[in-house]
């Protein structure tokens, strides 16, 4: 029941993900949004949760897991419930902001809380297996959940369906997890002002095409890791961060394609093949559902084989979908598209476990909210670039867009995978498959 009840959390953060992605042309009608506003939506999301993730895995280290998780939950809920009233855009992304603070608690706080409860390496991969499970499972169930909600009464009724959820989480979280203790460490209130402004300003850069904004997101990352590097008590440990880099290189490029391809597949359906919200939502899920069905899988080949093998399957099987849609035109019907929904779904399900246990891996228990917190803050961090990216590159037409976004996530999984070849250890050398 602790497992589930972190996978609660987790699950909540992914639905947000794709629900919302299929009641977008539906809120951007009734509150006259454009493209551009569109993906601040997403991105007022994305954007906060991984600026604040590293915040979230460090504070759950200071002051103890089970509480962090706990406020985490009632931001989130009390941001869901903002969004439900929101009467303009602003509101409405400012909203998404409140929720993406509360996801930036509950995600290194639900993965520290598994990590600290599974400690055997074979035994910690088949748990976040499960996790990985429940996650797809929300991927999967947001296009179906949202599609049939926004068509029967509306986009508002979205944000509300996380209420009742996070209450019934927050009674099973204060029910199962245990207290813990305090950790020694401090809050690293200087990196949070650097590391937040830097990738708001990087993803603004990007959206509205600013040379300014893309500099000041040069100039405070700089700032970020000189106080990182100077810091007694870091929340970017920069020796964790090194040890794990290509792991999270990996997590970030997985997450750029994965993200950005669901908004602009959904806008696409929607927007270009005239699909309402549940046809759209069910002509997706060939890529949820393999990624539902493999995840749990994924998580006992990981404990066996150690995730290498199967990072690179993964990145080879999106590479290939992802390319596919180089090959669409303007007449293409629906089943051209099927190799991308396919190829990147499975890809997605075989790579999850695998980044996330090969990041984790080898991290002393007392740092494992930290170390959760920068493999997350790489995933999302990657999730709203590839929004603001692939966003930008269909803005001005989406059959060559589409071209656009194939050739480059279709490259980004290529160098991913000699990436992972580099840096990543073999099944010999690693010791989840030792253990396992």
């Known amino acids: 029941m602790l497992l589930l009840t972190m996978c609660a959390g987790m699950f909540l953060v992914q639905l947000d993900v794709t629900v919302v992605n299929v009641a977008l042309p539906a809120l951007g009608t009734d509150l006259g949004a454009g493209l551009a506003a569109l993906q601040w939506v997403v991105d007022g999301y994305t954007v906060v949760l991984a600026a604040f993730l590293l915040t979230g895995g460090a504070l759950g280290d200071v002051f103890g897991h089970r509480r962090v998780v706990l406020a985490g939950f009632a931001v989130f809920g009390a941001a869901s419930a903002a969004c439900g009233l929101a009467g303009s855009v602003a509101w409405l992304v400012a909203a998404r902001a409140g929720q993406g603070l509360g996801a930036a608690l509950l995600l290194p706080g639900t993965l520290a809380v598994i990590t600290n409860a599974y400690p055997g390496h074979a035994e910690r991969a088949r748990a976040l297996g499960i996790w990985a499970g429940v996650s797809a499972l929300a991927l999967a169930a947001g296009p179906v959940l949202g599609g049939a909600v926004v068509t029967a009464a509306g986009w508002r009724p979205v944000f509300w369906l996380n209420v009742p959820v996070v209450l019934a989480a927050v009674f099973a979280t204060r029910r199962l997890v245990p207290r813990g203790e305090r950790g020694p460490g401090r809050v690293d209130v200087a990196g949070i002002a650097t590391a937040a402004p830097a990738l708001g300003a990087g993803v603004y850069a990007i959206i509205g095409g600013s040379v300014v904004a893309g500099g000041l997101a040069v100039v405070l990352l700089g700032a970020f890791l000189l106080v990182e590097h100077r810091s007694a008590h870091p929340m970017l440990p920069l020796g964790v961060a090194r040890r794990t880099a290509a792991a999270n290189f990996v997590a970030a490029a997985m997450n750029f394609v994965g993200i950005g391809t669901i908004l602009v597949l959904t806008l696409y359906l929607q927007g270009v093949r005239h699909a309402g919200p549940l046809r759209a939502g069910l002509e997706v899920l ?94 999302q961090a990657g999730g709203a670039l590839g929004v603001a990216v692939l966003g930008a590159a269909v803005g001005n037409g989406f059959v060559t867009g589409l071209h656009a976004v194939g050739l480059i996530t279709g490259a980004l999984w290529l160098v991913a995978i000699g990436v992972t070849l580099a840096g990543v250890p073999a099944p010999r050398d690693n010791p989840v498959a030792r253990a396992g």
């Open 286 to 379: 060939p890529l949820f559902l393999p990624l539902s069905a493999l995840a749990p899988v994924a998580g006992r080949l990981t404990g066996r084989f150690g995730p290498r093998p199967l990072m690179v399957a993964g990145l080879a099987l999106g590479a290939l979908g992802m390319l596919n849609l180089v090959l669409l035109n303007g007449t293409s019907g629906y089943a051209a598209l099927l190799p991308t929904l396919l190829g990147l779904g499975a890809g997605m399900g075989l790579l999850t476990t695998a980044v996330v246990t090969a990041a984790v891996g080898g991290v002393p228990p007392g740092r494992a909210g930290a170390a959760s917190g920068i493999n997350n803050t790489a995933r």
